[in-house]
């Protein structure tokens, strides 16, 4: 097992290590939730300064041509598009995870009218199953059925993360997506959980989406993407249809008339000053090697659980090559030990019912890190520190 000094010879070698100085982190804190807001690049502030003094200030409504706010939902997607293994004018950016889903999921079911069952890990992050229930309801005569069942010869679309919130486990994205479209189903891939800290490729997929909070460092709030597979841009409908989704939107013509390609899938006005805030963080991305990136996903999530050893529960695969970016571990009083390690600099987070869960963000998460982190964590359950009553008050966010 490595020691720290061999931890610190490692992140002098470690060929990411340079963009740590890209990032905001506070001195004397291990910030390992990087899967759930990511930390604060240091161009973001000017960046955002930009479009509000700047642009706003200074343009004031010529902004939307002058400042190129009115293409942004289209210029920011082609950046977005190579992290995903998408190409330009495939990806559109705006709205919301959630909303990106209803898009995505009503899209599809309209491109297999006939069928009427929509497959769902009902173990999924909340929004996905929660929006496919709404809006199963809203059509009437839908059935919602399991992933776990393994069956999609009858389904209109399969909505499944590649990475699950919880455990972290990996799915197989080429194996899936080919399994269910021989089926005759379509496929939906939520890419929030692996975006920015993996290899993803959805290329092949029918339609994907992700958010740009996590590991892509886009800011607290920051706007979903979503993904259309070329061959669905002409027959693809647009539940949500916006006036910025419209063929000629300053024509204000009176019926609705869909724009080519991934345009009509744009729905409001951009969100301009967190649109600033995801640009600065895509200037970083530009220059990321993925293939390190991974790489170096793998070794972090190895080392933490080989550290903890058999002080927790391991709830994430011990694979590396089937684990997300997060290491999770189970403990039946998760939320109190999470406190009480965050008291002692070391950030992490808990997901209900037992899991505790640890973000590596390649990027700026280092292999001391990694050491610190775990070692914090066992002092606090050898101890008993955390069995202090203050730390079993929930927050409102945990």
Request: aromatic share 8%; charged share 25%; with cysteine.
């Amino acid at each position: 097992m490595l020691d720290r000094d061999r931890c610190l010879a490692l992140d002098a070698d470690d060929p990411l290590g340079e963009f740590r100085a890209e990032f905001v982190l506070p001195e004397g804190v291990v910030y390992l939730v990087g899967n759930s807001l990511g930390a604060l690049p240091r161009r973001t502030p000017e960046r955002v300064r930009q479009a509000v003094v700047d642009e706003w200030g200074g343009q004031l409504v010529g902004g939307w041509n002058g400042a190129g706010w009115y293409e942004q939902p289209l210029t920011l997607g082609d950046r977005v598009a190579p992290l995903i293994g998408a190409g330009p004018g495939q990806v559109v950016v705006g709205n919301t995870t959630s909303i990106a889903i209803h898009q995505a999921v009503s899209a599809a079911v309209r491109l297999r009218p006939e069928r009427r069952v929509i497959v769902s890990d009902v173990r999924n992050f909340p929004t996905d199953h929660y929006m496919v229930q709404g809006l199963a309801r809203a059509l009437g005569g839908y059935e919602i059925r399991d992933f776990a069942e393994g069956r999609f010869d009858d389904a209109a679309v399969v909505l499944l993360s590649e990475v699950d919130y919880r455990t972290s486990e990996r799915h197989d994205v080429p194996a899936v997506t080919a399994r269910v479209q021989e089926a005759g189903a379509l496929m939906v891939w939520d890419v929030c959980h692996s975006v920015g800290a993996l290899d993803v490729d959805v290329s092949a997929a029918d339609f994907a989406v992700g958010c740009t909070y996590k590991y892509l460092n886009g800011g607290p709030g920051a706007p979903a993407f979503l993904y259309v597979n070329p061959r669905h841009h002409a027959d693809a409908e647009n539940v949500l249809s916006g006036w910025h989704g419209h063929a000629e939107p300053f024509a204000f013509e009176s019926d609705y008339r869909p724009a080519e390609g991934i345009k009509r899938f744009t729905v409001s006005t951009p969100h301009v000053l967190s649109l600033a805030a995801l640009d600065a963080a895509l200037d970083i991305w530009e220059r990321v090697p993925l293939d390190l990136l991974r790489a170096k996903s793998m070794a972090l999530g190895s080392l933490f659980i080989d550290l903890v050893g058999d002080a927790l529960e391991l709830a994430s695969p011990a694979d590396a090559e089937r684990r997300g970016s997060h290491v999770s571990f189970r403990h039946p009083d998760g939320y109190p030990v999470i406190r009480a390690l965050i008291d002692r600099g070391v950030q992490g987070d808990f997901r209900a019912p037992d899991i505790l869960r640890f973000g590596l963000a390649p990027l700026y998460t280092r292999y001391v890190d990694v050491w610190d982190a775990a070692r914090a964590l066992v002092e606090v359950l050898d101890k008993g520190l955390w069995k202090d009553e203050r730390y079993a008050q929930r927050l409102a966010v945990t």
